[in-house]
Structures are given as C-alpha cells and as structure tokens.
C-alpha cells in the first residue's frame, strides 16, 4: 500500500469514529431535551462577542451553555463568563477543530440540570471543522461584513453543510463597503437551504430575532 493510500486510510478510520461519537452525543443531547448548534466562522468574525451578548439576553429566559474550542488560551471563556451560564473551555493543543470525544468530555464536565440550549463555538476556521460532525442538532456558519461578500463562493462546503448563516458585524457595512445583496446571493447560490439572520451583537441590531430563534430552538 503507498503512503498516500495509507494516509487516506488512517483519516477515514479517524473520521469514521468521530461520526460514530457525534451520534452518540447526539443521542444524548436529544434524550435529555437539549438542543445543540455548532458555530463555525473565521477568525475575528464576532463570534465570541455574539456569544456573550446572547447569554446576557437569555439570561432568565433559558437555560444555555457555552462550549468553546480554541487552539490555545481561555480568553474567549473568560469574556463568556458572568451570564449565568455554564461556559467550559475546550484547548485543542493545535488541532484546526473541534472533535465529538473533545465535545463529549467538555459535556460531562457541565453536569447541568434543565440544560435546553447546547452552543458549541468551533476553533475559528472555515476548512477542517466542515468535515468533523459533533453531534450538533444544526450548524451556524457566521460570515462578517469585512471578509468579503465571497467567502460562501472561497469555501462552499462549509456553508453547504450549515442549517443557518449569521452576517455579523452589520453596524459597519456602510463603513467597510460591504456589498450585501452580492453577500447575500452568494450564500444563496451555494446554500440556498440556510436561514439567514443579519444582525450586529455591538449595536443590537437584528439581534431580537436572533433570540426569538435561539429560545424557540430550546423551547422545541
């Protein structure tokens, strides 16, 4: 067997038992009645500051908790933390994603009661976390206005593979050039199954509606 051939074999051995994992998390997420979202983006898209504005606004309305996954650091926890919400920080020593066992251990850790609302934040990253399943119920992609209205075109899979894309960052769209109609039919061109949310965690803007699905989600 050539080392190529052997390689490919190794990575869907690895593959193959991530999924086996993802659906047993899922399994349990969904007998315990907790729904569970994958957020995936770049680096510096907002996820994490949309985080923490959105467990300030479930505060009281629904019990949610935060995994997070970074290559190094616990900054992004520590920013998530103060909300009444369980944020438990997952380090992946170098690897470019998230892993289900990674998912699963973090999970145990939580041992929380009435738990409705699951949010894993992925290592930031638009290629390697598209093919790791976590277990997740849907997956979220974000896309900033200062990236470029042609991401969705640059990694199709990744939005091909998400249930819904966030546009963040809309409060500086006018400011950055952000062409949103080009934005907006190239996420439809690949992805035309997605739920499209528009909003800015900064501002609030389109923010309500955002909640509204994310308690609905939980409340499911």
């Known amino acids: 067997m050539s080392d190529v051939r052997k390689i490919i074999a190794v990575e869907e051995a690895v593959l193959a038992k991530n999924e086996k994992m993802a659906e047993a998390n899922r399994a349990e997420f969904s007998a315990k009645g907790i729904f569970a979202i994958n957020m995936l983006s770049s680096p ?10 959105t467990l300030e606004r479930l505060k009281g309305k629904l019990k949610a908790a935060v995994i997070v996954g970074d290559l190094a650091t616990d900054n992004d926890a520590k920013r998530m933390r103060g909300h009444d919400a369980p944020v438990i920080q997952v380090t992946t020593d170098g690897r470019c994603h998230l892993e289900a066992n990674m998912v699963k251990a ?3 850790e939580l041992a929380v009661d009435d738990l409705k609302l699951l949010i894993i934040e992925n290592v930031g990253n638009l290629v390697c976390p598209s093919s790791h399943d976590l277990g997740e119920h849907q997956r979220v992609v974000m896309l900033s206005v200062t990236e470029g209205e042609d991401k969705p075109l640059k990694y199709p899979v990744m ?9 963040s960052k809309m409060d500086i769209a006018e400011a950055v050039g952000f062409d949103r109609e080009l934005a907006l039919s190239n996420i439809r061109a690949v992805a035309p199954q997605v739920k499209i949310f ?8 389109g923010m309500d509606a955002w909640i509204d699905w994310l308690s609905g989600l939980g409340r499911s």
């Open 159 to 167: 939005f091909k593979t998400a249930e819904v894309v966030v546009v």
């Open 198 to 205: 528009e909003l800015s965690a900064r501002s609030g803007q």
């Open 44 to 53: 510096g898209s907002g996820k994490t500051e949309l985080l923490a504005r």
């Open 106 to 108: 973090a999970f145990d």
